[in-house]
């Protein structure tokens, strides 16, 4: 089958819904493995990109309660809670102090020092739950304040989710709220919120949440006026394989109008204390879905290998599956640890460039635009 495919594929041929379904459905997966790593390297060479980064969650109080979600809290239950304006800054402040040994660390993966020194975040990565009370004011100022403290800053923040909300409380329109965020320094919206977009299986796991055509229609007017997204795909819960390639063939339809998405994120079901529940991915579905969103979004330069929840160990091998991004340093992470994410939460610089090398592949810093910054 990967013969009679991969010639279609290397000559500029698009795989068709069928053939990515039968893709999923294969059991050689060092077949599919290493047609997608092909393809990989096509795109991108035996570079792999990572991104010294920050997740900051205002708040997990949120109206919507999908039922695959543990992060999120109703107003007043144990365990909700929302950061200050002055919380959140504070937790840039400290990670844009420089690096302590940041180079002493370096040669001790590398042999040599890095060549550049280290000095902060490239990029702020906010997303959090639609909270009942906050108006769009809130947010707008926090970007606002974000970009004035941090003029380089990359400010990556709010899904299609949020925007829609804001939308609603602040009664402008899709695009006014997106103008606005932009011109307060917005550059990049992540690609949460899409989950699978069939409607059948949105109605069972997160019935509140918008439908994925409205999703795919604010991304559209997000690449208008300028902002760069990325898009994710939450899989291993009630989803089939139909419905993954649906989701897959969707977001390459619009990338195909706008090619206004950066990056793709397959992200792994996590069922720990969500309502829901059911099981973790397995190591295998997990390499599957990368090697075959890597081949079926042709148009899409990077497919992301989210170390968070594939666990370090599961994204590495992904890297010799398609993927060429690992995202980031994180810092601090809610949404999967409050799921039962099996990861520490925590990766230096240092642990991600040795990741990589070890896998065989050039490790690149870039920012949150994919500009390199420092290749190994
Ligand atoms: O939209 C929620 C997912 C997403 C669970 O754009 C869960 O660079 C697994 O989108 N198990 C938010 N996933 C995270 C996200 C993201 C992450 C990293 C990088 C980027 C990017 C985007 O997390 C939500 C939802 O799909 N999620 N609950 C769970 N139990
Ligand atoms: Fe709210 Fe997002 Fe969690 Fe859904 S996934 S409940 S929208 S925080």
Redesign the pocket.
């Known amino acids: 089958m990967f013969e009679k495919l991969r010639a279609k594929i290397l000559s500029g041929g698009r795989l068709t819904r069928k053939e990515a379904v039968r893709l999923f459905e294969t059991d050689d997966i060092f077949g599919l493995g290493r047609l997608a790593a092909e393809v990989a390297r096509k795109k991108n060479g035996k570079k792999v990109f990572f991104i010294v980064n920050r997740h900051i969650n205002p708040t997990?109080i949120?109206?919507?309660?999908?039922k695959?979600?543990a992060?999120?809290r109703s107003k007043g239950e144990e365990g909700a809670y929302e950061l200050t304006l002055y919380e959140m800054l504070s937790r840039l402040d400290t990670g844009m102090k420089p690096e302590r040994g940041s180079s002493r660390a370096s040669r001790a993966v590398s042999g040599h020092a890095s060549p550049i020194p280290h000095h902060g975040f490239s990029e702020v990565h906010i997303?959090?739950?639609?909270h009942p009370d906050w108006p769009f004011g809130f947010y707008l100022n926090l970007i606002a304040t974000i970009r004035k403290r941090y003029p380089k800053l990359n400010i990556k923040a709010f899904?299609a989710?949020e925007i829609d909300y804001f939308s609603r409380i602040s009664g402008l329109s899709i695009k006014d709220v997106l103008i606005q965020l932009h011109n307060a320094g917005l550059q990049i919206m992540p690609g949460?919120?899409a989950e699978i977009f069939a409607e059948g299986v949105r109605n069972q796991v997160?019935p509140?949440?918008i439908p994925g055509l409205r999703w795919l229609e604010i991304m559209k007017i997000a690449h208008a006026v300028g902002i760069k997204t990325n898009a994710t795909m939450l899989y291993g819960h009630v989803e089939t394989y139909e419905d993954r390639v649906d989701h897959l063939l969707k977001l390459r339809d619009l990338q195909d109008k706008t090619g206004g998405f950066q990056a793709f994120i397959p992200l792994a079901y996590h069922p720990k204390n969500t309502e829901i529940g059911g099981h973790y991915s397995s190591g295998i579905d997990d390499l599957k879905t990368i090697a075959v969103s890597r081949l079926v979004l042709d148009n899409f330069d990077h497919i992301k290998a989210y170390w968070i929840m594939l666990g370090e160990k599961v994204s590495q091998v992904a890297l010799l599956f398609g993927a060429d991004d690992i995202d980031g340093t994180i810092v601090e992470e809610k949404?999967t640890h409050s799921a039962g994410g099996l990861t520490q939460g925590v990766m230096t610089r240092d642990d991600l460039i040795a990741l990589i090398r070890k896998a065989g592949k050039v490790p690149v810093e870039r920012d949150g635009l994919y500009k390199e910054l420092w290749r190994g």
């Open positions: 997990n949120c109206v919507n309660r999908c695959f979600c992060f999120s997303v959090g739950g639609l899904t989710v949460g919120g997160c509140e949440k949404i």
